[in-house]
């Protein structure tokens, strides 16, 4: 999903990335406040398996640091957070 960002607040980029999570139907809420907002992702199948994300200059990053990818390009973090939070068999 790539888009023109220039323009977007944070919130915006997040509510992009919440959107795509939700097309592969991972729950997401965006928390924190107006000046820093952040995204909280659970893994449909394991909600202990979940992790906040930031969306911070050109990047989303999860809130403690790493990057996920572009905020050019929501599905690139949506890959790799869909991959972080899978669950892992026996």
């Known amino acids: 999903m790539e888009t023109d960002t220039a323009a977007l607040s944070a919130r915006e980029h ?6 795509e999570l939700a097309e592969r139907g991972w729950e997401s809420e965006i928390r924190g406040t107006r000046e820093n907002p952040y995204l909280r992702v659970a893994n449909p ?3 202990g398996l979940n992790g906040m994300v930031a969306a911070r200059g050109d990047l989303f990053r999860w809130t403690w640091g790493p990057v996920l990818g572009p905020i050019r390009d929501a599905s690139v973090a949506a890959d790799v957070i869909v991959t972080v939070l899978r669950e892992v068999g026996p």
């Open 45 to 47: 199948s394991d909600p």
């Open 14 to 19: 997040l509510d992009r990335l919440r959107a």
